[in-house]
């Protein structure tokens, strides 16, 4: 079964510091992999996604995730923090084949709170 | 484009009632899943509908269920209320497609449910 697993509950950074969020997935295949943002009280919104192809994918606000088939991850990178930038960020995985019981389905990790301090 | 609509955005019930909660998809999107979200469990798939059929189920006990219409609005129904039932109940809709870009989902901003 496929699973993520983001290993840090929580991080604080300072504005302006540069910020690395990890992700890792166990998935049979060549898996489709999103990172969503969810601001308190809110529904996700989606940074990035990554589907085929360049590893280094681009994403709104500044994120940027690399896919790295050898670890098995697929790390969000800021390279400069801004206040606003403080939520809770999710990494998710979806299938690359759709079909079966694999329809509509993305699988979460279970998320990393940001801090941002001033 | 409007976004994902879910109503209502807040309710509480009571133990042991039913409840229904409503998605519009974006203009043209024609799958729609729902997720649940809690402290404890995180985001958990409930299902997938398209084209008014259910093609995709998570691991929730029958009081969960759900529907499509034809214009691809979609509801869920939770039937029985238990307190653990309460949490963020998400919606999100996609493109169906040959293509990648079916796989991705807009989320709308959610029903907070409340059981007491």
């Known amino acids: 079964a496929q699973s993520v697993t983001q290993p840090d509950i929580h991080i604080t950074v300072s504005e302006g510091a540069s910020l690395e969020l990890r992700c890792n997935y166990s998935?049979?295949?060549?898996?489709?992999l999103f990172w969503y943002v969810q601001s308190p009280g809110q529904g996700l919104q989606l940074l990035l996604k990554?589907?085929?192809?360049?590893?280094l994918v681009q994403g709104i606000k500044g994120f940027e995730a690399e896919f790295k088939r050898s670890q098995s991850s697929f790390n969000l990178r800021k390279p400069s923090v801004h206040w606003s930038d403080a939520a809770e960020y999710f990494c998710a995985v979806g299938p690359s084949n759709a079909g079966g019981t694999s329809y509509g389905k993305l699988t979460f990790g279970q998320g990393t709170i940001l801090t941002v301090h001033p | 484009k409007a976004g994902v609509t879910q109503t209502p955005r807040y309710l509480i019930k009571t133990r042991g009632q039913q409840v229904t909660l409503s998605c519009s998809p974006i203009?043209?999107?024609?799958?729609v899943s729902w997720y649940q979200q809690t402290p404890g469990q995180g985001l958990q798939f409930l299902f997938e509908?398209?084209?008014?059929?259910?093609?995709n189920k998570g691991n929730f006990p029958g009081r969960f269920s759900g529907r499509q219409f034809s214009n691809s609005r979609s509801e869920m129904n939770v039937s029985t209320l238990e307190l653990g039932d309460s949490a963020l109940y998400l919606c999100?809709?996609?493109?169906?497609?040959?293509?990648?870009?079916?796989?991705?989902?807009?989320f709308g901003p959610g029903t907070r449910l409340t059981v007491l």
């Open positions: 998935y049979g295949a060549t898996p489709y």
């Open positions: 990554y589907f085929s192809g360049d590893t």
């Open positions: 203009s043209g999107h024609r799958s």
């Open positions: 509908y398209f084209s008014e059929t259910q093609r």
């Open positions: 999100a809709s996609s493109l169906e497609g040959g293509d990648s870009s079916y796989n991705e989902q807009f």
